[in-house]
Structure formats: structure tokens, C-alpha cells
């Protein structure tokens, strides 16, 4: 069983910048891969960013790409994302997700075993 803490979320103004945590229990974290995910209001749970059990295999949805960095730190048990020039349409609630079973990043919601409970980002224009 792993457990998912979220952390950072609040409120920015347009083209600010927030870094989110995701601080997870066991000590296998450094063998998963972990998910960044977003639902803002009436919609449907995206796709945000992922990276895998090393580090070095990063990929991003195309709306935050360039804005967003996804980063590890195993000897904390701990993934980051960074947002800059954030955007009124970056507001939701994000997640931090584990993959157990390859270690890699996916942007495929089902690839993941445990979720955090989330952390809101509400940017105001």
C-alpha cells in the first residue's frame, strides 16, 4: 500500500507560479513511476505530466508543456511539478498518481495504483 500526499496548491494570479509536492510512504518509491492529473469543474480528469522511477523519462500534455517541469527527489520520497506563466485554465484540483508495476510515467489514468486525495490550484486572471 502506498500512501499519496499532495502539497502547494492556492491561489496565484495569471503568469505566476506555484511548485506542488507529492510525498508518498514505502520504501519502494523510487521504483515508480508517478502521474501528475487535473479535474477542473465539470470536467473530466486530464492528463498533466508523469516521469519515470529514474528520473529521466519525462512527458507532458501539450497544454502545459513548456510551462510545467515534473521532477523527482527518491532520497525524499517526493515528486514535484513545477508550474510557471500559469493560466486561468490551469484552476483545478491536481493529483499525484503511482505506477507500481513498470515504474514508467503514462498519461493513461488507469496505468495508476494509488492516488493522493488532491490539492487545488485556482489561478484569477
Known amino acids: 500500500q502506498v500512501q499519496l500526499v499532495e502539497s502547494g496548491g492556492g491561489l496565484v494570479q495569471a503568469g505566476g507560479s506555484l511548485r506542488l509536492s507529492c510525498a508518498a510512504s514505502?520504501?519502494?518509491?523510487?521504483?515508480?513511476?508517478v502521474g501528475w492529473f487535473r479535474q477542473a469543474p465539470a470536467k473530466e480528469r486530464e492528463f498533466v505530466a508523469a516521469?519515470?522511477?529514474?528520473?529521466?523519462?519525462?512527458i507532458y500534455a501539450s497544454s502545459v508543456k513548456g510551462r510545467f517541469t515534473v521532477s523527482r527527489d527518491n532520497a525524499r520520497n517526493t515528486v514535484y511539478l513545477q508550474m510557471n506563466s500559469l493560466k486561468p485554465e490551469d484552476t483545478a484540483v491536481y493529483y499525484c498518481?503511482?505506477?507500481?508495476?513498470?515504474?514508467?510515467?503514462?498519461?493513461?489514468?488507469?496505468?495508476?495504483?494509488?492516488w493522493g486525495q488532491g490539492t487545488q490550484v485556482t489561478v484569477s486572471s
Open positions: 516521469i519515470g522511477r529514474s528520473g529521466a523519462g519525462t
Open positions: 498518481a503511482v505506477e507500481a508495476d513498470y515504474g514508467l510515467g503514462f498519461r493513461v489514468e488507469s496505468e495508476y495504483d494509488y
Open positions: 514505502g520504501r519502494t518509491f523510487s521504483s515508480y513511476g
